[in-house]
């Protein structure tokens, strides 16, 4: 019986994470057609109908093209640092608080910053293994934004944990059958909104790969599977952001249609800024999160941590 229960959670991984990869296909060619009208132009639409196929075709030529490596690089980590940045996106799948037959984590919260604080380090190794000085600066760039804004994303989310005294991603749901958490705390779900942009290096906050000055940054030197593997990491994580937002500030994970809207809502918004706004300046970036976020995610910390003993 123990067997067959493992069995099982390991075909429930399996077929969520092809789900995730497909639904990372399709994302991609959602921005694809998004941006297209945003700047007055057709998206894809000749692969298939209406350019459906696009993503796979896309897939088939990156991960058959011929894989080069710079004669300078430290080959290993330059190898396997794309690999592991996917697998590590992949396993905060593991998250989603399905009903059946996957883990439910009691301590889901604490998890999901584990691994995006480990996501850093394969862009770090990724920028420094190639041993190019636009790839390092790229790398160097991104560590340095990633680290200040998951201390924002933190600090936000301990308000919101504050509300339920769990970390289980389910008890969410319990607490907003009458009203979101977006109500309640408006400033703060804008801000880990923002938050979610830069922490997914998205537009505005695109500093690790600002082609006008890095050319690409740290992934520059990659090129067919490695390159695939790091796109497939940064959209699997933008689509596991615009999740949480849901699940966190948006009624909690529920499996119906409506659920589905809002996920789609949320990375329509990341495409719609990708297509609205220009890119930051860098000093503003780090100026926002130290001198903007982190005193107004602390206030309200410490008003919700007031409210929460006054009525007790």
């Not at 991960?63 to 710079?70: G, I, L, V």
């Not at 760039?141 to 944990?161: C, D, K, M, P």
Request: proline share 3%.
């Amino acid at each position: 019986m123990f067997l067959n229960d493992i069995f099982m959670v390991i075909l429930g991984l399996l077929i969520l994470m092809i789900g995730v990869l497909i639904g990372v296909a399709f994302l991609t060619l959602m921005e694809r057609k998004v941006l297209g009208y945003i700047q007055i132009r057709k998206g894809p639409n000749k692969v298939g109908l209406m350019g459906i196929l696009q993503p796979f075709s896309d897939a088939i030529k990156l991960f058959t093209k011929e894989q080069t490596y710079p004669n300078f690089s430290n080959y290993l980590s330059y190898y396997f640092s794309p690999v592991i940045s996917f697998i590590l996106s992949l396993m905060i799948w593991i998250l989603i608080p399905y009903y059946f037959n996957l883990i439910t984590f009691n301590l889901g919260v604490l998890f999901f910053l584990c691994c995006t604080s480990m996501g850093v380090y394969t862009v770090m190794v990724a920028g420094w293994s190639s041993n190019s000085n636009y790839a390092l600066l790229g790398g160097l760039r991104a560590v340095a934004q990633t680290i200040s804004y998951e201390v924002s994303l933190s600090l936000i989310l301990i308000s919101s944990i504050l509300m339920i005294m769990d970390f289980n991603m389910l008890i969410f749901s319990n607490y907003q059958n009458l009203t979101w958490f977006m109500f309640i705390m408006f400033p703060l779900s804008l801000c880990w909104m923002s938050s979610m942009l830069a922490e997914t290096n998205r537009t505005p906050f695109d500093f690790a790969e600002g082609e006008s000055e890095l050319v690409s940054g740290f992934n520059i030197e990659y090129s067919s599977g490695g390159f695939a593997l790091i796109f497939l990491a940064e959209y699997s994580s933008i689509l596991f952001m615009s999740f949480l937002f849901v699940v966190v500030y948006m009624g909690g994970y529920s499996l119906n249609f409506f659920f589905y809207l809002k996920l789609t809502l949320i990375f329509f918004f990341f495409l719609w800024v990708r297509g609205t706004l220009p890119r930051y300046r860098y000093d503003k970036l780090m100026y926002l999160a130290w001198k903007s976020y982190l005193p107004v995610s602390l206030n309200f910390l410490l008003l919700f941590l007031g409210l929460k003993i006054f009525f007790m």
